[in-house]
């Protein structure tokens, strides 16, 4: 979008919403997808941006392949491990490495996928990134003593974030709304599971062998290179990486056929809070359940909605009002947030919203809006690739949803055929009390 003023939805947008362009395809750069013998996928975006090189690994790990039971959390503890470093190069000397190189590095856990990235200057240091990084996943290594050290880092970590109430809510609506999915857990794991992890070293390796492997890793580079020299390194570096062979099946979630609502009191003082989740599509770059949804979500939610101008500018009821769309590989949450003024004014935010939902089901969208949502948002995707590390970040995120970032060209014909007759059809679709999860939060009174 042009004008974004919740950072969330601005967020949530960039990551849903590809640059709209007409007679041409979304994704303006050329690209290349070569596969090894082990699995490994490579996808290469080389740019005219002179110098820069952004080198990202795609592991298709996050808390929705944590599927037994007691042992959530492990996608988050490898990124940690990963900067740990191997037999062949420590990490002082790993480091050290990236000191010489210039370089910012950094990694990230998602629901879906963890991703690790290195951003340096000059097609002469390829190589050296190519082997060092493949060293890294092929031979990473840890005892049981330091995964025991790591284990109360992450503790420490799970508390910080269960000391923000959005983020205790987000947690409790997840683990409301979901009864079998591994979506039911939050990146971070179960606060049970992170204590019991010094004890879980045989399955942190099972972990390992079955998704920090070529089958289940994608190498996206973007930059200043030559594809057929970075084709050559990855060969000679990678090949004799283990292929996993292992099929992951979640569990799947059985339909909600019932509202559901729960309550967590906080022990101090804060804004009442309420998310509103509904169980919504996959991501798809060919049915136009989730794209139409993403319009609907600025269409109807952001600041500029006559929703938002009453219970946020004109009342004064809330602090903040927004819809997340997450995009997922499996069926997640469509989800509503509301910071409230005043724990008397949850119910009555709450019915507003659903008031809103029932506007959308019996009254089709402005054309001219839609038409405005589109031509907005066209802007926020081109700005993001305006470096040669914004290409490579954008489309990690995609990249993981569908393993080729062409997945952006077929997303923009979606939502070129949209027309608000489809949005109000989806509307009636997922937007059904009986697939509901209330959950509020209320602060305790200073003592």
Known sequence: MAKFISYTLCITFLLCFPLIMHGSD????????????????????PLNN????????????????????????FAHFFEHMMFKGTKNIPRETYDDFLTELGAGTNGYTTDDYTCYFIVFAGRDNLETVVKTEADRFINLYYDEEMIKTEASVIEGEYYS??????????ELLRDTAFEKHSYKHTTLGYLEDILDMPNQFEYSQ????RFYAPDYSIVLVAGDFDHDQLMEYVRKYYSNWEKSNYTLVTPEEPPQTKAKRAHYDWPSPTLARIAIGFHGPVYSDEKIDKAALDLLAEIAFSRSSSLYQKLVIEEQKCRTLSASFADRR??????????????????????EI????????????????????????????ANSLGTTDGVASSLAFYINLATDPGTVNKLFALYEK??????????????????????????????
Not at 161 to 170: F, N, T
Not at 206 to 209: D, F
Not at 429 to 434: R, S, W
């Open 50 to 73: 002179p110098h820069i090189i952004s080198y990202y690994t795609i592991v298709r790990s996050g808390s929705r392949n944590e599927i037994e039971p007691g042992k959530s959390g």
């Open 161 to 170: 974030s269960v000391s923000s109430p959005g983020r205790r809510l987000s």
């Open 206 to 209: 099972l972990y390992k062998k």
């Open 354 to 381: 659903f008031k809103e939902l029932k506007k959308l089901k019996n009254e089709p969208v402005s054309e001219e809006i839609l038409a405005d949502v589109k031509s907005n948002g066209k802007y926020s995707f």
């Open 330 to 351: 499996d069926p997640y949450l469509l989800v509503f947030n509301a910071t409230v003024k005043k724990d008397k004014d949850l119910s009555y935010v709450e019915n």
């Open 418 to 447: 949209i027309t608000p007759q489809d949005i109000q059809e989806i509307t009636k679709k997922y937007f059904k009390k009986t697939n509901s999860t209330v959950v509020t939060l209320t602060g305790g009174k200073a003592k």
């Open 26 to 45: 979304i994704l303006p750069y050329d690209y290349k997808i070569e596969e090894l013998e082990n699995g490994l996928k490579v996808i290469s975006i």
